[in-house]
T-cell receptor, first 115, second 115 residues
Framework: DVKVTQSSRYLVKRTGEKVFLECVQDMDHENMFWYRQDPGLGLRLIYFSYDVKMKEKGDIPEGYSVSREKKERFSLILESASTNQTSMYLC??????????????FGSGTRLTVV | AQKITQTQPGMFVQEKEAVTLDCTYDTSDPSYGLFWYKQPSSGEMIFLIYQGSYDQQNATEGRYSLNFQKARKSANLVISASQLGDSAMYFCAMREITNAGKSTFGDGTTLTVKP
């Protein structure tokens, strides 16, 4: 069964901490994405990556960075966590082949609370 | 301008009845894909159905069908014979050929199935 695995379902961190959210996929997908989901705001793209060591900013990259050292792993880093980063974080992957018929496979999400 | 618009924040349907969730989109790309995802209260996003812009037939997957009206730029999801387990948030998304693998999501519709 193909999977995208996020390391934590629930996380509580203190303001100012450096936070790592990990995502691993086993589908050999080229593309990986990090979204945050907030009530009334839908899914907002933070960062994405098309290949190892490549990254592109999404719509709301401020306060975040990413790392993709291996094809299967895409990490989201909150450099100095703040309370306004309390949210649900969703990782997704998709095939990088040409065409529009490749949807996302999502992880189960990480609910991060910053106190 | 919103690329994906879901105008129904919440919908109710009686068990065993059919329900239509609305989605309109905006693109100038000649080639694009439209997707619907389901997000139960557990948080994981689940792919439901895909429609390509060049597909002549409406997509169907079991109880799910996509009512694709290209001229009107709408891609409504129809769920037949609703079940209690269909209660969830539903997201419409679009992947454009020129948007390099990224999908754009609507704000979602919360569906509640009543017994």
């Amino acid at each position: 069964d193909v999977k995208v695995t996020q390391s934590s379902r629930y996380l509580v961190k203190r303001t100012g901490e450096k936070v790592f959210l990990e995502c691993v996929q086993d589908m050999d997908h080229e593309n990986m994405f990090w979204y945050r989901q907030d009530p009334g705001l839908g899914l907002r793209l933070i960062y994405f990556s098309y290949d190892v060591k490549m990254k592109e900013k999404g719509d709301i990259p401020e306060g975040y960075s990413v790392s993709r050292e291996k094809k299967e792993r895409f990490s989201l880093i909150l450099e100095s966590a703040s309370t306004n980063q309390t949210s649900m974080y969703l990782c997704a992957s998709s095939s990088g082949q040409g065409g529009t018929n490749y949807g996302y496979t999502f992880g189960s999400g990480t609910r991060l609370t910053v106190v | 301008a919103q690329k994906i618009t879901q105008t129904q924040p919440g919908m109710f349907v009686q068990e065993k009845e059919a329900v239509t969730l609305d989605c309109t989109y905006d693109t100038s790309d000649p080639s694009y894909g439209l997707f619907w995802y389901k997000q139960p209260s557990s948080g994981e996003m689940i792919f439901l159905i895909y429609q390509g812009s060049y597909d002549q037939q409406n997509a169907t997957e079991g109880r799910y069908s996509l009512n694709f009206q290209k001229a009107r730029k709408s891609a409504n999801l129809v769920i037949s014979a609703s079940q209690l387990g269909d209660s969830a948030m539903y997201f419409c998304a679009m992947r454009e050929i020129t948007n390099a693998g990224k999908s754009t999501f609507g704000d979602g519709t919360t569906l509640t199935v009543k017994p």
